[in-house]
């Protein structure tokens, strides 16, 4: 097993907007990331923690090598231990992650938090495609609408999806849903009516 030692020297960054802070304060910050993980002091939901945690010890960059492996494999660990498939970036999101990164070491959370929101959508996805039962029939909304009998519009079906009101989820960019969930959503339409 390959055991990494903490850095005892400074390093630099290519491409980063700010230089890790010095070798002698390494130990300290990585004891306070832990305490700030294990208290949650701000209340974080699971990926908001998991995203910060994996900024902040990119940003401690407490190893010469092999931080941007171990940054992520760290964040998904939190993230499996809150029942959340791995978050993977892409490899065509570098870019991206490196800017939102530069971002956060700003204290700008926002892209970080998008980008890994998204990584996180598409584990989900792909999860969700392998459950059994996939079958029934999900397909895009856009290929939906044009089901002779679907009596509602695309603009429409996509804000029920939007809303939570039928059973539906994004692939990527596009929502899916199916027949079933656009007739449950239309019976419960009429079961209300029919109440006095």
């Known amino acids: 097993m390959l055991l990494r030692r903490l850095r005892n ?3 630099r960054i290519a491409g980063a907007n700010f230089v890790p802070p010095n070798a002698a304060k390494v130990s300290g910050l990585l004891d306070e990331l832990v305490t700030y993980v294990q208290t949650n002091p701000q209340q974080l939901d699971a990926l908001e923690l998991a995203t910060v945690f994996h900024h902040k ?7 010469f090598d092999g931080n941007g492996r171990t940054a992520p494999l760290a964040m998904n660990l939190l993230m499996l231990r809150e029942g959340f498939p791995p978050v993977i970036i892409l490899k065509d999101d570098r870019r991206k992650y490196y800017d939102a990164l530069n971002q ?6 926002q892209k970080l938090m998008l980008l890994t929101a998204q990584a996180a959508e598409r584990s989900l996805n792909i999860y969700l495609q392998a459950l059994p039962g996939r079958e029934e029939g999900y397909m895009e909304i856009s290929d939906l609408v044009k089901e002779p009998d679907m009596p509602y519009g ?5 804000l029920l999806a939007r809303q939570g009101k039928i059973d539906a989820h994004k692939e990527g960019r596009s929502w899916v849903t199916s027949k079933r969930a656009v007739r449950s959503y239309m019976d419960s339409l009429s079961r209300k009516r029919r109440k006095p």
């Open 9 to 11: 020297a400074g390093v």
């Open 57 to 63: 010890l990119v940003w401690i960059h407490p190893f």
């Open 104 to 109: 956060a070491n700003n204290g700008n959370y």
């Open 154 to 158: 695309q603009e429409y079906i996509s």
